[in-house]
């Protein structure tokens, strides 16, 4: 029922007054605006008399605020009445208002509850519906609504009889300024708690993720739209189309996310349709682009005339490859770090060398940061210098092959950045310097993505050789950063070599290391990380060779961070063979990389006992090939290095395994923060990787890169 009545001037919105109306006083029947008759006129709900006094409108200014509501602009809680304003026998605790009256009638409202409560609607394209929403709802008959009319300059009078008020439209309530006033009262002597209310209905909004958004078909995504909300209520359906054809075909019930496989290549607009408790819908759409698949299979050499090989892999999250390494130059007597792109498909996309005019410089480790940019790691003879000295060098690339930035660091003697990891857009490197203390010493690093230094630790036991170092990944992501180094003690017999990894956390706390000592003559070349989350335990599983014998056998060594001597097994068939990168594949797999009598060679051992499973070699009696690094694609493998014969081809090999038994312990080593001076080196440049012959094999050696199948 609504009744309008004049405004008086003045401030106060509520004037207690008694029934001084020129209607005749004691109640007056009438339908409220936009609400439907749910029973005869006659009983159509009353307005006592007192309300029927004069009010005052709220002051509004004169120019509407900028810009639409959202959502937050049309919904209040019970406690946000407005305190400016004139309220009684209301109190706010915590979100919500409790109402209070002892109203029994009579000639005023002084001891009736209400309170006003504010709105902007600038823009409003909802429902002329204001929804309440109680924790203990009024006594029938008790609650009345008045809506700030400023096209009458009076107020509208309502009382609901339910909890949804329509209002019959809305452009008579917003002020010059786009609010909208609502007072409520509360008649009666028993006690309400109001929750919330707003204008309109309360409509979800929906967001939709998809991971990975790229890649090659088949293309395994989940979709995730738990990112969507509802202001009030809860979400109560999701709905997926998976090709953004209008036609939804599947539902997750209340769960966010859903998988879903793209076996042929295209663009795809996933859409996700939430619906929430109040019956009220949203959607949110994503681009998934999904290429051919790449080949199963493809190898390439290539190179100049004179020697070429690639150290190191990475891939991108769009499924680029990239590879890096050195390549020499005939001409002036050279050799300059390499860094080439490649699809996943195997076509070179372009190739890129950094020069610095002195007569070396390589890239012996590569990661891709978050943004998809490649970072190099390597060394380099700075001019001039002695031949024993080399400075290491840290490069990062833009995808189109632009270089970004390169920083150095060059003590008195010989330094070099071995390897790199990346933590998003964080840079840890791992190398060696001869520069501080007597001998070869580990030296961490970490650097922002800007090439800000950060910090540098050095690790100093016997003599170092670092020769792996990467990221811990564990289920709570990045948490420390491990390397492997082939340490050597010169007493009594400095051939004797074992292996030792050492233990940073991302924010240069020394945290653990370990070494095998009784294992004497194993040179450690890479080793692979995998974390068990129930045990939260690392296991570390290292490769390399041994010496002597003569000729050489591979080795495969595995512990663990509770330091137990998993297994140590050695592959050997007489012709001498050596391991240069590993990586667990998976599936219970270790696939590891190298030669046998100078043959490429691809093995895959049992990352629980180590026992072989499978044995490749790129077999060529004319020329000589070695594999280098090595990453896992699922099925696939894809590996790099040098040859010299196109025309080899892939052969299962035989060897045997022989077991050892290996403990493991703490070392003694030190630890040291060090204050280093990173530079700028002085007089590089960059240049297109000039003349490179794909699939000739007419180099000295030819970079290899290559994609198959895991043996």
């Known amino acids: 029922m609504r009744v309008n009545m004049r405004p008086r001037l003045g401030l106060l919105l509520l004037l207690l007054v008694s029934a001084c109306s020129s209607r005749s006083p004691g109640v007056l029947q009438e339908r409220a605006p936009g609400q439907p008759d749910a029973s005869p006129r006659a009983s159509a709900p009353l307005v006592p008399a007192p309300l029927l006094g004069p009010f005052s409108l709220p002051p509004a200014s004169a120019a509407p605020r900028a810009g639409s509501f959202v959502e937050s602009d049309i919904a209040r809680s019970g406690a946000d009445f407005a305190a400016a304003l004139p309220h009684a026998n209301v109190t706010a605790a915590g979100s919500q208002g409790t109402y ?23 823009g409003y394209d909802r429902e002329p519906v204001l929804r309440l929403t109680w924790d203990t709802a009024p006594s029938a008959g008790a609650l009345y609504i008045g809506m700030a009319n400023y096209s009458t300059q009076r107020w509208d009078w309502f009382q609901p009889a339910g909890d949804v008020l329509d209002l019959g439209g809305m452009t008579p309530y917003f002020a010059p300024d786009d609010s909208v006033y609502a007072v409520l009262v509360l008649l009666g002597s028993v006690e309400a708690i109001l929750d919330g209310l707003r204008l309109g209905e309360a409509y979800p909004a929906a967001a939709i993720a998809a991971d990975p958004a790229v890649g090659a078909a088949p293309l395994a995504v989940t979709l995730d739209a738990s990112a969507s909300s509802t202001p009030e209520g809860a979400l109560a359906l999701f709905e997926w189309d998976f090709d953004g054809d209008g036609t939804y075909d599947a539902d997750s019930g209340v769960a966010p996310t859903m998988q879903h496989s793209y076996d042929l290549a295209g663009s795809y607009s996933p859409t996700v349709r939430v619906t929430n408790s109040f019956g009220h819908t949203a959607t949110a759409s994503i681009s998934v682009d999904v290429s051919e698949p790449p080949p199963t299979e493809w190898l390439h050499f290539m190179g100049t005339s004179d020697h070429d090989w690639f150290n190191a892999v990475a891939v991108d999250g769009s499924g680029n490859i990239y590879a890096a390494g050195v390549s020499s130059s005939p001409t002036d007597g050279t050799a300059d770090a390499l860094l080439t792109k490649w699809t996943a498909s195997g076509e070179y996309v372009w190739g890129r060398i950094w020069d610095i005019g002195t007569t070396y410089s390589e890239a012996l480790d590569l990661a891709i940061d978050s943004s998809g940019n490649p970072v190099v790691a390597g060394r380099f003879d700075p001019p001039p210098s002695p031949p024993e000295s080399t400075d290491g060098i840290l490069l990062k690339w833009t995808p189109d092959g632009d270089l970004s930035w390169a920083r150095c660091y060059s003590g008195s003697n010989s330094d070099v950045f071995s390897s790199v990891s990346i933590d998003g857009t964080d840079i840890y490197v791992t190398g060696e310097t001869d520069s501080i203390g007597s001998d070869n010493d580990i030296l961490i690093m970490r650097f922002a993505g800007d090439s800000s230094f950060v910090w540098a630790r050095r690790y100093d036991w016997f003599i170092e050789r670092v020769v792996d170092a990467q990221l811990l990944i564990t289920d709570q992501g990045a948490q420390a950063i491990l390397a492997l180094v082939t340490e050597t003690n ?18 240069g706390d020394f945290e653990a290391d370990g070494c095998s000592s009784a294992y004497n003559n194993f040179y450690a070349e890479s080793f692979a990380v995998e974390y068990e989350p129930l045990s939260m335990v690392t296991n570390l599983y290292m490769t390399g060779f041994e010496i002597p014998p003569a000729p050489t056998n591979l080795v495969l060594l595995a512990t663990n961070s509770a330091y137990s ?35 490429a060679g691809l093995w895959r051992f049992s990352a629980a006992d180590g026992s072989i499973q499978a044995a490749q070699l790129f077999a060529n009696p004319d020329a000589d090939s070695d594999l280098l690094d090595i990453l896992s694609l699922g099925s696939d493998v894809l590996c790099v290095g040098y040859g010299q014969g196109i025309e080899s081809t892939w052969q299962d090999a035989s060897g045997t395994q022989s077991s050892f038994a290996r403990t493991w312990s703490l070392a003694s080593g030190l630890s040291y923060t060090e204050g280093l001076t990173i530079g700028d080196p002085s007089g590089d440049s960059t240049a297109e990787w000039m003349n490179p012959v794909l699939d000739d094999g007419g180099g000295l050696d030819d970079s290899i890169i290559a994609l198959r199948p895991v043996p």
């Open 490 to 507: 010169p007493a009594p017999d400095p051939d004797q070599n074992f292996p030792l990894w050492v233990r940073y956390g991302l924010n």
């Open 100 to 122: 209070t009256p002892a109203f029994i009638g009579g000639g005023g409202l002084g001891t009736a509850a209400y309170a006003v409560y504010a709105f902007y609607a600038g």
């Open 565 to 599: 001597g998993l297994f140590c097994r050695t592959w050997e068939n007489g012709l001498g063979t050596r391991a240069s990168g590993i990586a667990v594949d998976g599936s219970g797999g270790l696939l590891v990389a190298g030669h046998s009598d100078y043959d």
